[in-house]
């Protein structure tokens, strides 16, 4: 295997190559259960934070060329990130279970695979207040606050021994290969 060259730069590749878009079905039924009353809101995010959400992103048009008839065309697009701004003027980022519960919102925008604490994380860097799990569903979830800050660090909600719950950080540096608590 050769080195790369100092000044060559390697991207890092998805570890979602193989996803067909599909909802992971721990995360679908969590979400039904919290939106139904029988799971908790520790539990739905507890499920969100180990899952792989869809966000969105739509193409914006940049520049508009007109030609001698006065037709236009493009000439320049840009793919963007969707923030949705409530009344209150609050923004979040929208992020989907799967290409279902996107395709209901926007068939025209295509989806990104991350895993949900980078899409907390996008949301934070954005100034975003919170993070939407699909939006236009009988089954949304909104991550706000601490809460999203902690998902966007990669923390993780855990049950107690008493049945209560509290967020717990994931050590990568651990030397046995493993993800530890601490």
Known sequence: MTEPHPKQRLIQGSPYVDDDGSA???LLTSLRAYAGGAASYPEVVAALAGSRLLVPV???LGEVEYDDAGLAHDKSSDMATVLLTGADGRQALLAFSGTDAMRAW????RPV????HL????AVQEGADALVVDVASDHVLT??????RRLAAGWLPVRLPDGGWAWAQVDPRDSRGGEQLR
Not at 113 to 116: E, G
Not at 143 to 148: F, Q
């Open 58 to 60: 739509v193409a914006l």
């Open 106 to 109: 926007d068939p025209e925008a």
């Open 24 to 26: 992971e079905m721990p």
């Open 113 to 116: 695979p991350v895993a949900a």
């Open 143 to 148: 991550v706000a606050g601490d809460d999203l």
């Open 119 to 122: 899409a907390a994380a996008t």
